[in-house]
């Protein structure tokens, strides 16, 4: 990845863990029912899940990068125009979260497990992923170097965002409480979508 292009990657990243999505809504309600220390066992396997995720689609990334620019930059496109479909879903849809306290006592290996699931059987993720990367990808630089980088990206965020939700701290706690707040979040992420779609496209 270009260094210049860490200042929009790390933001974006961390705007859209902090997002209440599949994994930071698992994070938040297992924390009320299991507690922080309990829930940790699954965050450990949601990391393994999400960096799965991102070792499989860079590689495949630059498999096809490796083809034909042509095929690289059909993807590019299908993903800038994915990219700004989300956008608009996150600007537009009703902010509501869904905190689903009461659940019974998991033991680790379960929350583990239902961690790694989760992550990894998420198509959003998969597809997420598939679309935003190509953006900062870049060729001059090794695959191996650019997936250093985005793993120390992509998981350190995640572990960051999903503690403060399994923590249920009291500013999380009136952060998620108003809809109004959320949206303001969420119309955040969307404006950070559409900076990284149009850098995805400008480079086609």
Known sequence: MDPELLWVFIPTIA?????????????????????????????????????????????????????????????ALIGGSYLLWIAYRLWTQPAHFERGEGQPRLAPLALLTLGYTTAVMNPKGWGFMVALLPGFISPAYSTSEQLVVFLSVFLPSEFLFMSLYASGGSGLRRLLSSDQQLARLNKLSATLMVLVALLVLTKL
């Open 15 to 75: 705007a859209i863990s902090l997002t209440p999505g599949m994994c930071m809504t698992l994070a938040f309600s297992l924390g009320l029912s299991q507690g922080y220390r309990q829930t940790l066992w699954m965050m450990w396997g949601e990391l393994a899940g999400v960096a799965t995720v991102v070792i499989t689609c860079v590689l495949l990334l630059a498999w096809i990068q490796s083809l034909s620019t042509i095929y690289f930059t059909a993807l």
